[in-house]
């Protein structure tokens, strides 16, 4: 089975429904709250496994209620734990709202996602084994840094996605394979504001860039091949929150399983397309049956 090591953070999700989103200044009455086990690095690894792979989670929890029900939400979706730390303090948390329309506005506070400046004992072997690492920027870049160059040493392939965006270490665009930011990541990276134009330049940087298009689906260039647009499924989204994170999963097993790349792409659109229709990050995120019934409807 395919085995995705992913180093990132873990999030407690607090969510309000609202009907729209308030401008700066403004109170808003809410339709609905939820507390929701999140964070990018927990939402690929459990999109990961529901994808159908064998997947490692490294990163830190508190010791709080969070952190339990945040370990408790990756066990029971069938991901590995042995190598998430628990840290005195606050679990990290991302506060949301989310409007009618299926979007969204969100502030994270690291918590114990801060703890995580390096690679801790085991932290390289379990990387050493896997067939791709799934890095972010929700913990602090020393760490994603460290991860991506234990990778390189081993002839894992790495897979970051450039969020929440920043300016990224030579080092680190040096050790990363394939690049996975949004069109808002792929400008600030940029300064382009055409996906294609962006990722023609990302591509100076790293070998292989996807550009997610939201609803229009999602764009890939690698050097010396032609640009590849893959559309996604049409279908009314209800929550948003962890869509990206759901592709990236998802795409990360496919391109594992050797899938062709716009096969690839097709499927981690349908399981991206499925998580949408769905409220909450991880509650959301379909399992491998689901994909495969959406990629073949």
Same mark, same amino acid.
């Given at each position: 089975m395919t085995h995705i090591a992913v180093l990132g953070s873990m999030n407690m999700d607090l969510v309000a429904y609202v009907d729209k989103a308030p401008q700066r200044g403004e109170t808003v009455t809410g339709r609905e709250f939820h507390t929701i086990p999140g964070g990018k690095g927990a939402n690929q690894a459990i999109a990961a496994a529901r994808a159908g792979a064998t997947v490692s989670m490294i990163g830190a929890v508190g010791n709080d209620g969070f952190g339990v029900r945040l370990r408790d939400t990756l066990e029971h979706s069938g991901v590995d734990t042995d190598f998430l730390r628990t840290v005195e303090g606050p679990s990290g948390t991302a506060h949301? +709202? +989310?409007?009618?329309?299926? $979007?969204?506005?969100?502030? +994270? *506070?690291?918590?114990?996602?801060?703890?995580?400046?390096?690679? %801790?004992?085991?932290?390289? $072997?379990?990387?050493? #084994?896997?067939?791709?690492? !799934? !890095?972010?920027?929700?913990?602090?870049?020393?760490?994603? *840094?460290?991860?991506a160059l234990a990778a390189r040493r081993h002839g894992v392939r790495t897979v970051l996605t450039p969020a929440p965006a920043q300016p990224l270490a030579p080092e680190l665009l040096a050790a990363t394979d &394939? !690049?996975?930011?949004?069109?808002?990541?792929? +400008? #600030? !990276?940029?300064? /382009?504001?055409?996906? /294609?134009?962006?990722?023609?330049?990302?591509?100076?940087?790293?070998?292989?860039?996807?550009? #997610?298009?939201?609803? #229009? @689906?999602?764009?890939? &260039?690698? /050097?010396?091949?032609?640009?590849?647009?893959?559309?996604?499924?049409? *279908? /009314?989204? *209800?929550? %948003?929150?962890?869509? @990206?994170?759901?592709?990236?999963?998802?795409?990360?097993?496919?391109?594992a399983e050797e899938k062709p790349v716009r096969e690839a792409l097709s499927w981690a659109a349908a399981a991206a397309a499925l998580s949408v229709q769905r409220a909450g990050a991880t509650a959301s995120m379909p399992y491998r049956q689901e994909i495969e019934a959406q990629y073949t409807a």
């Open positions: 949301i +709202v +989310v409007d009618d329309e299926g $979007g969204n506005s969100i502030v +994270v *506070v690291p918590g114990a996602n801060g703890t995580v400046d390096h690679l %801790s004992p085991g932290d390289e $072997g379990v990387i050493a #084994t896997a067939d791709a690492l !799934l !890095l972010q920027l929700e913990i602090p870049q020393a760490a994603v *840094v460290a991860g &394939l !690049l996975v930011p949004n069109e808002y990541e792929a +400008v #600030t !990276l940029t300064g /382009r504001t055409d996906p /294609r134009e962006a990722a023609a330049a990302l591509l100076d940087l790293v070998p292989e860039v996807v550009v #997610t298009l939201g609803a #229009t @689906g999602s764009l890939y &260039l690698a /050097r010396g091949t032609e640009p590849l647009v893959v559309p996604a499924p049409r *279908v /009314r989204a *209800v929550d %948003s929150t962890g869509a @990206g994170d759901t592709f990236v999963g998802a795409l990360a097993v496919a391109l």
